[in-house]
Every structure is written in structure tokens, then in C-alpha cells.
DNA sequence: TACAAATGTGAGACAAATTCATAATTCTAA
DNA sequence: TTAGAATTATGAATTTGTCTCACATTTGTA
């Protein structure tokens, strides 16, 4: 059976004007037009669909099944057309992240929160999954946006800036570095190093401070969760290298020390990245204004 | 945005295929076929249905919007096929029910009862209110079966017997008419005679008593429901004549009295009337077949 | 980089839907 | 009952749109 829109809106239409010629004239065609079509179909559907014995046209027991059909589906095609409005318009979208930076969850979850708010139709996720390769996902549209702190200059990528942080080394009070005012490289070759689970490139502490002087620590562990990490440090089985931010709740515990980093003042900044054409979506300027000014919130207290 | 059921299974089958080379082999259409489609939905839509950057074609997020779409619809057409075919075999169907003879509620709707069991797919009612012009609409295909005394010879349509039954006087004990073994026509002469609103020659008592005896009754009072009338009847306002299977009840009631009509025996059938086309669904051969067979049981209690 | 795999494009063939003109019904009211 | 109005049906010509074929272009991969 060869059904089509066309037929569905006929159906309705007829049964809407009451009759073949009126019906025609709703749907901007010739009553000739719908004569042969509404023939065509009863051939198709080997069934007949109208009742001719009385003349103005009227819907068989078939028609009226037919019928029922199209007023379910009728409305639901111009539902889409809506939707798709909406999405050219840049109301309503997806939003799905992803995060280079493991420890990026302790800010986006509260950013993310204040964002659904505002936008309830964007449809929301974080990826942590495929946080290996994030900018070719990106590029594919599997991600809209990607939290990084290395920009790349890549045609159709726009990286946005969002805050500056410092990577903060955290040990334990009774770790004998807590005696010193700055941490250095040297200083880690004594230690068990705790970090996230990913490659060197993609940790500070090895980008920023290990790599470049040569220095390897004592011994390496890789732990998932941040509250993980920091039960270990605050149990001196090793010290960690963390963005300040993620260091807020430490500072005051006595347990803990956190240090900055030298010899230099270190400072690093993270970038949303997002598709060239996804920029300017309103949705998406939303997002990177809050990702900006919350979290720097979120850190003062 | 003009939308067609082939887009639909498009985009499905792009989803399901993971691309559009295979997709076009699921569809038996060439693969530039799909090109040549796929370019036309998007310039219609306005909006980017597929993800180019990468080769095998992707759903964009519109893209799937649409998916959900026809993953919802598609099942639908199917079902609409599927409710075709078993309206072609005859499995389910419209048995509409008009009435000429008032009083056929009484047996109509414990036989309904037991047919609505049999084939719950077919949609039952009976219609009472246009009982004038019964066979009119049967033809127009309003009702599909009418229930009638009267046959007539018109070309499309047939007029199956159920079954034969006694036009039988009832009054009230106290009546002198009481005393008789058969009433006939001119026994009315004196009373107050009570039937269904409707019209002579669709009433027993005239038809086959009364008008070929020219003879008129003392009053005439119509009542529209058959206990109000035996209410009325018992308390001795009036007389009436009823088809034997509506006097069951009354036959054990001191209260009443129901005696023949005469002088001779006065017997009439019954009707079923349908389309010619109608008249070998296996619903309706079976409803007949109920109708012929349940009110005789229901007689003999 | 070269080769394979996938998608895009243009022209012509073909099918299907529409229109125009007109015929054939059915309805309605005198 | 019948004329005239209203409604639907039909045939031929035209238009519209979709498909295939052949080949170009792009993307992925060793």
C-alpha cells in the first residue's frame, strides 16, 4: 500500500469539509485532483474508503480507521517543523561535554545545574568516557563542547577562554615537604605520586613541572575520584599535584598542606571548546558566560 | 517543509545501516538515489539532517529528532496494513444496528452481549433513533444491519429470517376482556389502546388486526418504553399487544391476563437486513446465526 | 601518498500527480 | 416528475518529481 501525507491530509480534509469539491478547495487543489487521488488510494489499499451511494462524499468504516491514523499523525509532523524551528533559532539544542581535565567535574556539575534551569529544552550531558580523544568527538559533532586547557589551532574549533587556576601541590601535615613554602621539581623524587588515571600530556604536574626538569618520582598511582585522592594524601601514602579550586575544602583542615608550585609562579587556564557554527548560539554564549564568572564564585566561598 | 513517508524510511534506514551506501541496499533504490533524496529533505527542512565530517553519514541532532519521529509513525502505517487486511477477511468490522420494531430490545441486547464476546474487534450499536427510514440507511451504509418485519425485494440487499413470534394481546386481570380466549379487532372498540410512538403500519396490532378490520380504538396512547407500558397496562389505563417474548415475564403475574389475537392464529417473522455485500462477513453470518437461535432459548426461559 | 570506500552531481528516462474540459451522477425543490 | 443545481468521475495533456546511470569528489587508511 503506497500511503503518503498527501492521502492522510486528503482523508482529514474531506472529512473536515464534508465532501469531495470542498475538501479541494482546503487543500489548493482541483476537485478533479482529489477525485483521481482519492481513486488511486482506494486501488492501493484494495478497499474503499468512501461511501458513494449518497452524494456528498462520506468515509467508510476503512476511511474512518484511516482518519483516526491521520489525526494521530498529522499534528506530530507539524510538531517537527516546530522543533526544527526551534533548533534554527537556537532555542533549544544539545549541550553535551566533554572533559579533558578529570577534576573539571567539581565546577561543571554546579555550573550545569544553573544552566538547565535557564534552558530546559537543551539537552545536557558530560562525557567523561571518550575524554582521550575530545577534540576529533568534537569535530564529528559526538560532543558539542569540550572543557580543555590546551588550545589548538584547528579551522572550524573556537576555543573560548574561561579562568585561570593554579596547579597546587597537596601532601600531608606530616609530610616533611609541608616544611617547605614551594614545591619543586627535585622535590617529588622522594614521593609516591597520586594522579587521574590519564596519559602525562594531559597532567599538570607532569607538563608543567616533572617533564620539563627531567625529574621522575618515587612511584606513580592512579586513582579515579578526587575525594579518593585526597583520603590517600590526608593518609600520607603519597602527594598530588590538583587545581586550587578542587583545594578550597582542604586548606583549612589541619591534616592537610597545600603549596604552590615553583620555581616560577605557575598558572594555567582552561578553554571550552566549541564548533565554529555552535559559537554564537545563544544557548552555548549562556553556557561559557556561566562557566566563566560561576565557578571563579564557587572558589571565593 | 515537504515531508513524505519516504524520508521517513530514510532516515530510519540510514540509522539502522549506519550509512548511506548500505542504507540504499535496504531500501533497493541505487545509493545516489538516497543522495539525490536526502539533499532534497535538507534544502526542504532548512536544516542539517546528517553530520558530513565524517564518511559513514551520521544523524545530526535534528537528524534524530526526525528518527524518534519515524520510529513512532512507521510502526502506525503497519498497523493501519495490518487493520486493512483483517477489514478485507472480515475479522473485524461495524455492526450498526437500526431497529423497526421497539420492543426487539428485549432480545437484541443479550444476543449483542453474546456476539460483543465472540468478536470484540467489531464495533456494535444500535441506533433507535432513526428506526422511520431504516432501509434508506442501510444503503447509505449508515447502519449495517436493520431489524425489520417487512421484507421488501430491493436490488443489493437481503433479508435473512431469524425467527417467528405471536403479536399477543395483555391486559390487566380486572378487564372484562378477560373473560375472552381470543381478542379480536372489534374487542377494542372500548379500550384504551397503548403502543410505541412510531407509526401505524409499523405497529402489529394495526397491520393485522385493527386497520383490516376498520375498526378504532376508544383512545390511543404512545409510550416509549415496554415496562411503562406493562406498568400501565397492570394497572388497568389501557390494553396493548406485544410480541410473545416481551410477555415472558407477564404470563406468570396474576396481575395480567395476554391472550391471542384472532380470529385466526396471527404469526410474523422477523428480519435481518443487510447489504448484499455485508451479508457473507463471517461477523455477520454469525450475529445472525445468534439471532436467529439465542431469542428462542430466552423464550423458553 | 595512493588506494579503497563512501558520498555528491548532472542529464536523461520514467512514473506519478495535477489540471483542464467535460461527462455522469445524485440531490432538491417546484 | 422533472429541471436545474450540486457533486463526483473520467480522459488526455502537462507538469512535477524521483530514479538510474555514469562519473566526479571527498574522506579514510595502510
Redesign the interface.
Known sequence: ?H???RHLRTIRAIHQAGGLARAADLLNMTQSALSHQVKGLEDQ???ELF?R??KPL?L???GL??LK?AE??LP??DA??D??KA??SGKT??LHIAIECHACFDWLFPVLELFRRAWPEV?VDIRAGLAFEALPAL???EVDLVISSDPVKVAGMIFNPLFDYHPMFVGSASNPLAAKDVIVAEDFRDQMLITYPVSRDKLDVFTEVLTPAKVEPRGLRQVELTAVILMLVGSNRGVSVLPDWVLRDVRSNADYVTRPLGPGVIMRRLYAATREEDAMKPFMAHFIKLARSEPVKLQRG
Chains 1, 2 share one sequence.
Open positions: 500500500m500511503l503518503e501525507f489499499a484494495g478497499i461511501v451511494r449518497s462520506k467508510s468504516v476503512a480507521r484511516m491514523l494521530r499523525i506530530e509532523i517537527l517543523e522543533d526544527f533548533l534554527k539544542g544539545r539537552d569535530m564529528r559533532e
